[in-house]
């Protein structure tokens, strides 16, 4: 098992920027890939970035050049640096550490965390 836990969340304005923080317990020596996703209100969860254990990334193109995803393995923490937010940004943020090894297969899931984006 894997408990992921976000913070960072808030309310800034536009073109203002936040950090997102995923901290994760557990099992983490089976975690592989970990991602950042998120929810608008009245819409589908999309996955914002994503970050392989080796250190690999992939963005969304609505985040692409704006965000930056990074995982520090030793501290089994992973981030989310937001620039230039705009107010389409607003939702919550979720974390996803999928395991690996004995764990794979699995998608562990934190709280999330609520970003609000002013105009």
């Known amino acids: 098992q894997v408990q992921p836990v976000e913070s960072g969340g808030g309310l800034v304005q536009a073109g203002g920027s936040l950090r997102l923080s995923c901290a994760a317990s557990?099992?983490?020596?089976?975690?592989?890939?970990m991602d950042w996703y998120r929810q608008a209100p009245g819409k589908q969860r999309e996955l914002v970035a994503t970050?392989?254990?080796?250190?690999?990334?992939n963005y969304a193109d609505s985040v692409k050049g704006r965000f930056t995803i990074s995982r520090d393995n030793n501290k089994s923490t992973l981030y989310l640096q937001m620039n230039s937010l705009k107010p389409e940004d607003t939702a919550i943020y979720y974390c996803?550490?999928?395991?690996?090894?004995?764990?794979?297969?699995?998608?562990?899931w934190g709280q999330g965390t609520p970003v609000t984006v002013s105009s």
């Open positions: 996803a550490a999928q395991g690996a090894g004995v764990l794979s297969g699995y998608t562990y």
């Open positions: 557990g099992s983490i020596s089976a975690i592989g890939a």
């Open positions: 970050i392989t254990s080796a250190g690999s990334t």
